[in-house]
């Protein structure tokens, strides 16, 4: 199965390329706040989704940012943790990295989703009802989320 392409894709394929000479240059520590600090802009940029608002200018620039952020991050975090290994365990460490990395995001998930529907659910009830209800919540939702 292949990847889809898309915004996200073009800043994580544009981050990874970048970091092979980085990487080496500055160490893993730059990339992981350079990296955040990109992922969360990236983020705060979709708490101002709007229902009339339009993907290239709402949507494309955060996903960038988000794509470039979190492929810093996950490529500094394997780095990172498996640098220093002895041959014979970099396979635990490299699975230990990647089961947290795993498990951060799962929960991450389940925290973000959480948030979504109770900001859809008590935007639904303090609103009276019309026919784009549904869409404004969601947006709310989504803002709320992010």
Not at 8 to 25: E, N, V
Request: aromatic share 6%.
């Amino acid at each position: 199965m292949r990847p889809t392409p898309g915004p996200g894709r073009a800043g994580d394929d544009a981050s990874i390329r970048a970091q092979k000479t980085i990487l080496p240059r500055t160490g893993v520590k730059w990339l992981i706040m350079t990296g955040s600090a990109l992922a969360v802009i990236g983020q705060v940029l979709l708490t101002r989704l709007s229902p009339h608002g339009n993907y290239a200018g709402e949507i494309v620039p955060s996903l960038i940012l988000t794509g470039l952020g979190v492929s810093c991050l996950f490529c500094s975090a394997i780095f990172g943790g498996t640098v220093s290994v002895k041959p014979g365990v970099a396979g635990i460490a490299g699975a230990l990295v990647n089961t947290s990395l795993q498990i951060g995001g799962s929960v991450g998930t389940t925290v973000l989703s959480l948030v979504f529907v109770r900001s859809v659910a008590g935007y639904e009830a303090s609103h009276a009802a019309s026919r784009s209800l549904a869409q404004d919540a969601a947006v709310h939702g989504y803002a709320a989320a992010f």
